[in-house]
């Protein structure tokens, strides 16, 4: 009898220890925690980006000397003065007729001394990030005026230069001509590679001979019939849909050039 109790307690021992053993082959399973779904994970909104701070005022000098800020400026207007030395004052400022900067970079003008070159009559500038030509409006006595290859799109400023003879504005950003047709004494005009679609402002430059267009999004050339005076008209790269609706003109002398 003792014997059949001890091996009866042995079974019993080792049915409990295989109990708490986990099936083999399978997976474990799920805890209470784990069988409730985890939410899901929401980001958290990025801040805005910080707008930039707009730029300080520009304080411009007084007294009757004054001080130059845009690169190339000074030296050119020494040059046109031969004054290689000394200071150059406002007085100084009003006899330079001309500024030629079209080896300089032009990314912005200088608000404060453009108002006292008041007997300039060209200025050509050179490419670059120029946007505001509103430091021009003070010059309404130019007569040639390059702002070429920059990204000036607006070209309001310029509105009040009506004795303005010859303008070059391409390979900018513009693609609005409704000042340039107040401009009613150009005779020459360079739009080359503007987006520009549509010559109806161009109806009234009565006095032009010459426009350049290249490589712009013009197809019609209509708004040109009444230029009694053109004389030349590049159109290479332009989509034209007709040439033939200037045959009029081409009979005047008109010279049509696609290349």
């Given at each position: 009898?003792?014997?059949?109790?001890?091996s009866?307690?042995?079974?019993?021992?080792?049915l409990?220890?295989?109990?708490d053993d986990?099936p083999?082959?399978?997976a474990p399973?799920?805890?209470?925690s784990?069988a409730i779904?985890?939410?899901p994970v929401?980001?958290?909104p990025?801040?805005?980006?910080?707008?930039a701070?707009?730029?300080?005022?520009?304080?411009?000098?007084?007294?009757?000397t004054v001080?130059?800020?845009?690169?190339?400026?000074?030296?050119e207007?020494?040059?046109?003065?031969?004054?290689?030395d000394?200071?150059?004052?406002r007085a100084d400022?009003a006899?330079v007729?001309?500024?030629?900067?079209?080896?300089?970079?032009?990314d912005?003008?200088d608000?404060?001394?453009?108002?006292?070159?008041?007997?300039l009559?060209d200025?050509?500038?050179?490419?670059g990030?120029l946007?505001d030509?509103?430091p021009?409006s003070?010059?309404p006595?130019?007569l040639?005026?390059?702002?070429?290859?920059?990204k000036?799109k607006?070209?309001?400023?310029?509105?009040?230069?009506v004795h303005?003879?010859?303008?070059?504005?391409g390979r900018?950003q513009v693609?609005?001509?409704?000042t340039?047709?107040?401009?009613?004494?150009?005779?020459e005009?360079?739009?080359?590679?503007d987006?520009?679609?549509?010559?109806?402002?161009?109806?009234?430059?009565s006095?032009?001979?010459?426009?350049?267009?290249k490589?712009?999004a013009v197809?019609?050339?209509?708004?040109?019939?009444?230029l009694?005076k053109?004389?030349k008209l590049?159109i290479?790269?332009?989509?034209?849909?007709d040439?033939h609706?200037l045959d009029p003109l081409?009979?005047?002398?008109?010279k049509?050039?696609?290349?």
């Amino acid at each position: 009898m003792r014997i059949q109790s001890v091996s009866f307690a042995l079974v019993a021992a080792a049915l409990l220890v295989a109990c708490d053993d986990p099936p083999k082959g399978g997976a474990p399973a799920p805890s209470a925690s784990a069988a409730i779904a985890a939410p899901p994970v929401v980001p958290s909104p990025s801040a805005p980006p910080a707008k930039a701070a707009p730029a300080p005022p520009v304080v411009c000098e007084s007294g009757p000397t004054v001080t130059f800020r845009q690169p190339g400026l000074e030296a050119e207007v020494r040059t046109k003065l031969a004054k290689p030395d000394g200071a150059l004052t406002r007085a100084d400022l009003a006899k330079v007729k001309s500024i030629n900067l079209v080896s300089a970079p032009t990314d912005s003008l200088d608000p404060c001394v453009y108002k006292h070159f008041t007997g300039l009559h060209d200025l050509f500038l050179g490419p670059g990030e120029l946007q505001d030509l509103t430091p021009l409006s003070v010059l309404p006595q130019l007569l040639s005026l390059r702002v070429a290859i920059s990204k000036v799109k607006d070209l309001s400023p310029l509105v009040r230069m009506v004795h303005l003879d010859r303008l070059d504005i391409g390979r900018t950003q513009v693609t609005d001509l409704a000042t340039v047709g107040e401009l009613t004494d150009l005779t020459e005009l360079e739009i080359d590679e503007d987006m520009v679609t549509d010559l109806a402002p161009l109806s009234k430059c009565s006095k032009l001979e010459k426009l350049s267009m290249k490589g712009t999004a013009v197809k019609d050339l209509r708004p040109l019939l009444g230029l009694k005076k053109l004389r030349k008209l590049w159109i290479a790269g332009s989509p034209i849909s007709d040439t033939h609706v200037l045959d009029p003109l081409v009979a005047n002398g008109l010279k049509i050039l696609n290349q």
